[in-house]
């Protein structure tokens, strides 16, 4: 072992081989070469960087090849950060890129203390995470398979008379539709049977979420957020395997700046210019976050729907909901009324939201006790 100052390795990793660079304290950046990504070379690579130091810290970008390696390094000893690929520091002028550089700029980056690490899920709470995920992309599927069979029934002048909104009388209208054309009748069954085989998989899919989520650590988190309004069970399951441990942001804020909901700033001197939201980290976090805020353009009201999920809920919790409701629903019509539109009090609206939701998933956490035994 040459000395037992810290190694510091940076790592470009892609599917099928690892670009390393190496180095120790303040000394020069090394090249170390290219392995693969099998356990049998990320042993070997673990051994070769252990005899160089004792203290060893290694980081990567974050991306498609999940978080197997991060796992493997830390039960190897290692202090291993996955990186946000967005905010590592890049100088203007750079135009060329190359493996080889990107490992280099890593260890620079990481030796200077200029790299913000992202969250890493639990090896339970990635599982739950990719399950929600796959009922969004399911319902995703409906969204297009729906919005492709419009397009095909208008593209041949036919319309539907009363409200499209895939109800009972809708559906029934399309099962008894056909078309003179027997190609055109295939096409249009081929339509309508793609729709049923998604709608079954979404339906597959939440029943297996509402299996899955009582073993759930998070599960007195999704009932909490469930008081709330405009977040029901799918949207709750959503943001709660999104968002984590809520207990990891010190600050509401820092949960709004994860969302990506609050205000950019380009700002000199005395002038201070603020413009869009930044739309930066979880894109499907902040879309479930948009979708309910839009719920509260209306006035503040207990729906059925909202008591019976209130039922089983401390008392703490609902009247953390209905605070909510007060000061979200009268911040979007004084918004409206100084003349904003829809969008922009929206906006505003669900960055006040995440601040109710950090704090009540919080709250559903400490008084888990409780929340325990009711089902989803």
Known sequence: ???????YVGLDVHKDSIMVAYAIGMGDVELLGKTGTTHIEVDRLCKRLQSKARHIVVVYEAGPCGYGLY???????????????SLIPRKPGERVKTDRRD???LVRSLRAGDLSAVHVPTVEDEAFRDLARAWSSAREDLKQARCRLKSFLLSHGVRYVGRPDWGPTHRRWLSTFSFDSAWQQLAFNEHRRTIEDRLAQCERLEVALREAVPNWRF?????????MRGIQFTSAVGLASELGDLSRFEHP??????????????SSGGKRRQGSITKTGNSYARKLLVESAWSYRHPARVSIDIQRRHEGIPKPIIDRAWDAQLRLCRRYRKLVARGKSAHVAIIAVARELTGFIWDIGRLGMSLASPLGPRSA
Not at 219 to 227: D, E
Not at 253 to 266: D, F, I, K, N, Y
């Open 103 to 105: 490992a280099i700029k």
């Open 219 to 227: 599960y007195p988190a999704v009932l909490a957020l469930q008081a």
């Open 1 to 7: 072992m040459e000395n037992d100052s810290t190694l």
């Open 71 to 85: 796992r493997r390094l830390t039960e190897k000893g290692f202090d291993c950060m996955v990186c946000a690929p």
């Open 253 to 266: 804020r820092q949960l709004m700046a994860w969302l990506g909901v609050t205000p950019s700033e380009h």
